[in-house]
């Protein structure tokens, strides 16, 4: 799996024009799922994301968690993040994990952060095309892969 997770002062989700949440302090979560992800990684970046230290204590230093802070949390399936272009200038995107493996996946994610969370979980439409609207705050970006962890 792999997650573009970005710290956010707003952000919201719409699927055909039709607003599905806004959010204030938190994260937008990107998320890709491979064809040969498992249950492994799927708990890896469940527990990973909740943990990452990137809101500021009253240091101005980036030591609190989206608990800590209590954040909501944007999550849109991107099978983009898979893409790849090293042959020629369109992507290809034959790592990405088909709708009938990603979906469950991409439900099961978004269940496990609602748990964790205890905080609204904004979610787009597997599959839809969709307006994300956020406002970075930082910026902080960072990505994730379950099969590189030292991206």
Do not use: C, H
Not at 45 to 67: A, S, Y
């Amino acid at each position: 799996m792999r997650a573009v997770v970005q710290r956010v002062s707003r952000a919201s989700v719409r699927v055909e024009g039709e607003s599905r949440g806004i959010i204030a302090k938190g994260l937008v979560v990107l998320l890709g799922i491979d064809r040969t992800d498992t249950d492994e990684d799927l708990n890896w970046l469940v527990n990973k994301i909740p943990q990452l230290r990137v809101f500021e204590d009253e240091e101005g230093k980036m030591n609190r968690d989206i608990l800590d802070v209590e954040g909501s949390m944007v999550v849109v399936s991107q099978f983009t993040l898979f893409g790849n272009v090293r042959k020629g200038s369109r992507p290809s995107f034959n790592r990405s994990a088909s709708p009938g493996m990603a979906v469950p996946f991409y439900e099961r994610f978004v269940a496990l952060m609602k748990e964790r969370l205890d905080a609204p979980v904004v979610t787009g439409e597997f599959g839809a095309m969709m307006e994300i609207e956020l406002t970075n705050d930082g910026p902080v970006t960072l990505v994730l892969d379950t099969k590189d962890k030292r991206f």
